[in-house]
């Protein structure tokens, strides 16, 4: 069965800094997909960023990137400039590619709080 | 922009009733998806449903659990006899494709059990 990890219950940053969160997972497979979510206070969930385990080519969507080391199976996610607005929890997600299963494998999740 | 809509927003219930949490996923969308999260852990995968059956399930959900697409339109997830640990957001989810395409997610539905 499929693990992820977030070693980082907390952190903290400060505005227009850049803060990166780690997220290690478990899979036999080689291939899958990778997923950061964000979940404001609202609580809806919402895809900050994917990665899909074939391309070795790291993904960035804006101010947000990640470093992806698929031989140490981990997934860390890089925000850039943060905004007070990225204050949220951020969760790590891993999705199989084999075996007919199309759910998502979270991790517990880390609150990042951006500091004015 | 579509977006998947859960009503109601929160629904408080006595330990023994049922319940009936809707969703309306996005009208294209294909693969629909329930999941939880009991408040301040991480959020849980119960179930999947494609082409109008159940193509995958967890430990959690067990019989007291059931899914629906009545009408095309709405999923539901019927909780037939609550406990006090169905306490939790539940989150319905829905995707267009397999794979890497991205799950859009409800605002989710806020459950208290007492």
């Known amino acids: 069965a499929q693990t992820v990890t977030q070693s980082q219950p907390e952190m903290s940053v400060q505005e227009a800094e850049t803060v990166t969160l780690s997220c290690t997972y478990d899979?036999?497979?080689?291939?899958?997909?990778l997923f950061w979510y964000k979940q404001p206070p609202s609580r809806q969930m919402i895809l900050v960023i994917r990665q899909e385990a074939y391309k070795q080519q790291n993904a960035t969507e804006n101010r947000f990137s990640v470093n992806f080391q698929k031989a140490a199976k981990s997934f860390s996610l890089k925000i850039s400039d943060s905004q007070l607005g990225d204050t949220a929890m951020y969760f790590c997600?891993?999705?199989?590619?084999?075996?007919?299963?199309?759910?998502?494998?979270f991790g517990k999740g880390t609150k990042l709080t951006v500091n004015p | 922009e579509p977006e998947v809509t859960q009503t109601p927003s929160h629904q408080v219930t006595q330990m023994g009733q049922e319940v009936i949490l809707r969703c309306v996923p996005i009208?294209?969308?294909?693969?629909f998806y329930w999941y939880r999260q009991i408040l301040g852990q991480k959020v849980e995968f119960l179930v999947s449903f494609y082409n109008n059956e159940i193509s995958e399930k967890s430990e959690i959900f067990d019989d007291q659990f059931s899914v629906e697409r009545p009408d095309g339109s709405n999923f539901t997830l019927k909780i037939r006899s609550t406990k006090l640990e169905d306490s939790a957001m539940y989150f319905c989810a829905s995707n267009l494709e397999a794979g890497f395409t991205e799950a859009f997610f409800g605002q989710g539905t806020r459950l208290t059990v007492v």
């Open positions: 899979t036999s497979e080689n291939n899958y997909y």
């Open positions: 009208s294209n969308h294909l693969y």
């Open positions: 997600a891993f999705r199989a590619t084999q075996g007919g299963s199309e759910k998502l494998v």
